[in-house]
C-alpha cells in the first residue's frame, strides 16, 4: 500500500520547494517521513535494540533505514508494501497489498513464532481527492493494521499508525485505548501545515 503520490507539475514542484525533502537528501534518506518517525521516537522513547518491528507501507524505506541506523543493525524488521523497495540490512521485505490474503500469510512467515515489539504503518489509499472516498479507505487500513497488531503483538508491544482526521478516527482511538495503556495523537512538524495526517502513538499493548 504505497503513500500517495502526486502527479501534477505543481505537486512536483511543491517537493522540490519542500525543505524537509532537501534535507532528507542532504543526510541520505530514502523520503521525507523519515522525520516524523524521527520526532515520533525521540518523544516517545520508541526504539531499542534487538526488537521484531513490523513497518507496513514502508516503500521506499526511510522509516526502515532510520530504525537500522538507530539501532546499529541490532534488529530485525518485516516490511511490507505494494511497491518495491530496495534492500536494506535487518530488512526481509514482503511485496504485496496488505489487504490481500496471500500477502498477510507471507508477513505471518516471516515474522515466524515469535512475538513483535513494535508494529509502524505509514500506509495510505490512492489518493482521489473526495474525502468521502478517502476517509473510508485511509480507515480501512488503519483498522487492517491493529487487526495485526492483535494477532503478532506481544505483550507490553507499540503500535504507531497514520490517521487522517475525519469520520472514524473517534472510534478507532477508542478501539486501540481498549488494547493499550496509553495512546496519544500527535502531528509531527514533518506533515505538512495544511495536511489532515496525523499519527496515532500507542504504548503498552494488554493482551
Same mark, same amino acid.
Given at each position: ?19 524537509? *525533502? &532537501?534535507?532528507?537528501?542532504? !543526510?541520505?534518506?530514502?523520503?521525507? $517521513? ?6 515520533? @521516537? #525521540? ?50 521485505? *514482503? &511485496?504485496?497489498?496488505?489487504? !490481500?490474503?496471500?500477502?498477510?500469510? $507471507? ?6 513464532? @515469535? #512475538? ?92
Amino acid at each position: 500500500m504505497g503513500k500517495p503520490r502526486g502527479t501534477s507539475r505543481g505537486w512536483k514542484e511543491r517537493q522540490e520547494r519542500d525543505p524537509y *525533502v &532537501q534535507q532528507a537528501r542532504k !543526510d541520505g534518506w530514502r523520503s521525507r $517521513a523519515v522525520y516524523k518517525l524521527e520526532e515520533i @521516537d #525521540r518523544k516517545g522513547r520508541l526504539l531499542k535494540p534487538d526488537m521484531l518491528i513490523v513497518d507496513l507501507g514502508a516503500a521506499p524505506g526511510s522509516w526502515s533505514q532510520y530504525v537500522t541506523e538507530k539501532l546499529k543493525g541490532r534488529v530485525r524488521i518485516v516490511a511490507v508494501d505494494l511497491l518495491p523497495m530496495d534492500s536494506l540490512p535487518s530488512v526481509e521485505f *514482503v &511485496q504485496g497489498d496488505f489487504t !490481500d490474503d496471500e500477502t498477510l500469510a $507471507a508477513i505471518r512467515a516471516a515474522i515466524g513464532d @515469535d #512475538r513483535v515489539d513494535l508494529v509502524m504503518s505509514d500506509m495510505a489509499p490512492n489518493i482521489s481527492g473526495t474525502r468521502a472516498v478517502d476517509q473510508p479507505r485511509s480507515m480501512y487500513l488503519a483498522e487492517l493494521a491493529l487487526d495485526m497488531c492483535r494477532e503478532v503483538l506481544g505483550k507490553g508491544g507499540d503500535f504507531v499508525c497514520k490517521l487522517f482526521q475525519g469520520e472514524g478516527i473517534d472510534a478507532f482511538i477508542a478501539e486501540t485505548r481498549k488494547r493499550f495503556a496509553s495512546v496519544k495523537v500527535m502531528k509531527p512538524k514533518a506533515s505538512r501545515p495544511g495536511s489532515r495526517e496525523v499519527y496515532l502513538v500507542a504504548r503498552n499493548y494488554q493482551i
